[in-house]
């Protein structure tokens, strides 16, 4: 069977943990076209451990996300902040012909619509605005000197920055989109307060996070990380699309009332809420451009799958969202 | 001419089957989420086809209303309602990254989406005041 990695990712393993190595299990968890992810259960000379290994799919590569070493770096740099990213083990720049790097593979519920709708998850989203500040908190305070290769950065303000980067892409869509282009026009109109740039994580919300009874256990997909302004990530949770269908502004689950003053309490930054509404409109324009963009992908033959080719229709929802967030106006 | 069920009814008892017969016996959950992925895409091209040039004859007299052009005679084919419509909303997206957007737009872009929502995903709609 070709999806049979076991021997190369025991050999590769052993090299990485000085000793033998053996897979009890090994299974590629079904998703990402651009990189892998394998579950391992190993025994090694550390013991059994539960393993998740990223490896490099087959596909074209992204040049917009982190390579897999230095995304190892990251995740790396981020556990020994102490935020409740994975323990990594490891890069490998050989399995089976492809990069890879080995990082603990951490328990709990990862299905965003899961967490933000099933009765199970209700203590857990009681904890997860303070809890996800909490997390913010620490990995904007992540040191970003030992990350040179961190993109994003620059001498204009870190949103000038990304409203040049959203027209590039915009314009290699190659067709009109005058709601998108109302929300771009609209953020250039009203330039936020600046904050210190830090370590963006670039995809943190719920979906991306890891939770039990507990509240959060795990903060995952750490391929968009770069530098830029804090209150880009503090904005992200609060885009449309990440409230799977539930009104609550942060994600579905709470106000923002806690979660923002949580994070300047933790931060000592006062970010105010029309900076917040700036980077959340950027947020939904920067998604309304993400989903034609995966659609195109399925268009152009790249990556032929029903969700991406769906996701060029469902660009509207998030269009929808822009204008009237923009006829509300900062709240 | 093609005899009965049309193109809207063909779509539909093949969305029908695919809900009432496929997706009771899909317990996977990653198939299942993409099976009603696919049904949704089936419901989308249905409400596509019952509209027919509405959506597009709206969206085109707003965007004469808007930039002018309301007295030309209206096209009468799909293909030039929609080639006229791409043209001016092109004109409309450069005239708002110039920030000489003509009074107006906001309310026009509104109604425009709401009629894109109307047949990709009519619920939203109905989350806002």
């Known amino acids: 069977?070709?999806?049979?990695?076991?021997?190369?990712?025991?050999?590769?393993?052993?090299?990485?943990?000085?000793?033998?190595?053996?897979?009890?299990?090994?299974?590629?968890?079904?998703?990402?076209?651009?990189?892998?992810?394998?579950?391992?259960?190993?025994?090694?000379?550390?013991?059994?451990?539960?393993l998740l290994v990223r490896r490099a799919g087959g596909a074209v590569i992204y040049s917009d996300t982190l390579s897999l070493a230095d995304e190892h770096a990251v995740v790396s740099a981020a556990h020994a902040a102490g935020v409740r990213a994975p323990r990594t083990y490891g890069y490998l720049p050989d399995v089976g012909g492809r990069e890879a790097f080995v990082m603990e593979r951490l328990p709990g519920e990862g299905i965003g619509r899961r967490i933000v709708t099933r009765p199970e998850h209700a203590a857990a989203r009681a904890k997860?605005?303070?809890?996800?500040?909490?997390?913010?908190?620490?990995?904007?305070?992540?040191?970003?000197?030992?990350?040179?290769?961190?993109?994003?950065?620059?001498?204009?303000?870190?949103?000038?920055?990304?409203?040049?980067?959203?027209?590039?892409?915009?314009?290699?869509?190659?067709?009109?989109?005058?709601?998108?282009?109302?929300?771009?026009?609209?953020?250039?109109?009203?330039?936020?307060?600046?904050?210190?740039?830090?370590?963006?994580?670039g995809d943190f919300r719920i979906g991306n996070l890891l939770v039990s009874e507990a509240g959060l256990l795990g903060v995952l997909d750490w391929e968009f990380a770069h530098v830029g302004d804090p209150v880009e990530d503090l904005a992200w949770p609060l885009v449309r699309a990440w409230r799977f269908g539930q009104d609550a502004r942060l994600g579905g689950i709470a106000s923002i009332d806690a979660y923002l003053a949580r994070y300047n309490q933790a931060t000592g930054?006062?970010?105010?809420?029309?900076?917040?509404?700036?980077?959340?409109?950027?947020?939904?324009?920067?998604?309304?451009?993400?989903?034609?963009?995966?659609?195109?992908?399925?268009?152009?033959?790249?990556?032929?799958?029903?969700?991406?080719?769906?996701?060029?229709?469902?660009?509207?929802?998030?269009?929808?969202e822009i204008v009237d967030l923009i006829e509300k106006g900062p709240r | 001419m093609?005899?009965?069920?049309?193109?809207?009814?063909?779509?539909?008892?093949?969305?029908?089957?695919?809900?009432?017969?496929?997706?009771?016996?899909?317990?996977?959950?990653?198939?299942?989420?993409?099976?009603?992925?696919?049904?949704?895409?089936?419901?989308?091209?249905?409400?596509?086809m019952f509209a027919g040039d509405v959506f597009v004859d709206e969206e085109l007299r707003g965007l004469r209303a808007l930039l002018g052009g309301s007295e030309m005679p209206f096209p009468e084919s799909r293909e030039a309602k929609e080639?006229?419509?791409?043209?001016?909303?092109?004109?409309?997206?450069?005239?708002?990254?110039?920030?000489?957007?003509?009074?107006?737009?906001?309310?026009?872009?509104k109604a425009s989406i709401g009629w894109k929502l109307g047949v990709a995903s009519p619920r939203t709609l109905g989350r806002y005041g």
Do not use: C
Not at chain 1, 142 to 164: D, K, N, S
Not at chain 1, 190 to 197: G, I, L, T, Y
Not at chain 2, 9 to 19: K, N
């Open chain 1, 1 to 50: 069977m070709a999806d049979d990695l076991t021997p190369v990712l025991e050999s590769a393993l052993s090299t990485l943990f000085g000793g033998p190595v053996t897979a009890r299990r090994a299974a590629l968890i079904p998703g990402g076209a651009s990189k892998e992810a394998w579950s391992v259960d190993a025994d090694t000379p550390q013991g059994a451990l539960a």
């Open chain 1, 128 to 201: 997860l605005p303070e809890q996800m500040a909490d997390e913010l908190a620490k990995i904007h305070r992540i040191p970003i000197g030992t990350l040179p290769f961190l993109p994003g950065g620059g001498a204009a303000p870190a949103a000038v920055r990304v409203i040049e980067r959203l027209y590039n892409e915009i314009d290699s869509l190659a067709e009109p989109h005058p709601a998108i282009e109302w929300g771009v026009r609209w953020l250039r109109d009203h330039p936020p307060r600046s904050f210190d740039e830090v370590l963006v994580h």
């Open chain 2, 2 to 48: 093609q005899d009965r069920p049309t193109q809207r009814e063909l779509v539909e008892a093949a969305r029908e089957f695919f809900e009432r017969e496929i997706l009771p016996t899909v317990t996977d959950p990653r198939l299942r989420f993409r099976t009603l992925v696919a049904l949704n895409a089936l419901g989308i091209a249905e409400r596509e």
């Open chain 2, 83 to 109: 080639g006229e419509a791409w043209t001016l909303r092109k004109v409309l997206a450069e005239k708002i990254r110039e920030g000489t957007a003509p009074e107006g737009t906001a309310a026009f872009l």
């Open chain 1, 269 to 320: 930054r006062d970010v105010d809420r029309a900076s917040l509404f700036f980077w959340e409109l950027m947020g939904n324009v920067k998604w309304a451009i993400g989903s034609l963009t995966q659609a195109r992908r399925h268009l152009s033959g790249k990556d032929r799958s029903v969700e991406l080719a769906s996701l060029g229709r469902l660009a509207a929802e998030v269009e929808y």
